[in-house]
């Protein structure tokens, strides 16, 4: 999610590192909260894993798969963070059209330095609905470190998109998944995301608070831009 728009290197710099024994505080950073690494509801999820915790998508609870005429609660308006320790669901609705969303969600490259997480981001490769994106995370979470990963990325436009970590720094385990559902008024966003952090137990309460504060700014940008003209 971090020119503010420049991009960032090619993936040789982007090597996994192995874990390693705590060496104090700067050399265990906990790692961001993934603006941009998402968590939809799909219904064969094949080789990607459903974060933990998954479970039926708002729109599902409001009512059942009717288009655009669904109604959906007052609250949801707002983005509402549920989960704990690195499993976490943001939902929202935006009034924008599932088009206008959707662009927003994969315009990858621009969320560099808009995001509050995401300093640098390119799309290293693409075929067809596949893609590998390389990001650097760089944060509170991340007590101000660069993280560099790289993502495999699926996408089914204009309704969801999915990724995983292939590679990356102090990064145990990542995946999430976005999806975009049309209902009356809008667009509800939600996305969802499972992500272990390379770190030692007794820094996890703080990791998974700043973490926590992360993803819900992520929202509220993502928000705004999607509503900006």
Not at 28 to 54: C, E, F, N, R, Y
Not at 120 to 133: D, M, N, P, W, Y
Not at 150 to 155: G, M, P, T, W
Request: proline letters at 9%.
């Amino acid at each position: 999610m971090r020119s503010k728009s420049k991009i960032m290197g090619g993936s040789a710099a982007l090597g996994r590192q192995p874990p390693r024994p705590c060496q104090g505080l700067l050399n265990q950073p906990l790692i961001l909260g993934a603006a941009m690494v998402l968590s939809l509801v799909t219904p064969d999820p094949g080789a990607w894993a459903k974060p933990p915790g998954h479970h039926a998508p708002p729109a599902q609870l409001l009512a059942q798969d009717s288009g655009p005429d669904r109604s959906v609660q007052a609250a949801l308006a707002d983005p509402v963070l549920t989960g704990s320790k690195g499993r976490y669901r943001a939902t929202m609705v935006v009034p924008v059209t599932q088009a206008r969303a959707w662009a927003v969600l994969t315009n990858y490259e621009a969320m560099a330095g808009l995001m509050p997480d995401i300093k640098q981001a390119k799309v290293l490769s693409r075929h067809g609905s596949q893609l590998e994106l390389a990001q650097t995370y760089q944060a509170p979470s991340t007590f101000g470190l660069p993280i560099k990963v790289v993502l495999a990325v699926e996408e089914q436009a204009p309704r969801w998109m999915r990724y995983r970590l292939l590679r990356g720094e102090r990064i145990l385990s990542l995946q999430g998944q976005w999806s975009l559902t049309r209902v009356r008024g809008g667009v509800l966003v939600d996305h969802q995301i499972a992500l272990e952090p390379d770190l030692p137990g007794f820094l996890r309460p703080t990791y998974d608070e700043l973490n926590e504060s992360n993803l819900r700014q992520s929202m509220v940008v993502l928000r705004r831009l999607m509503l900006a003209r």
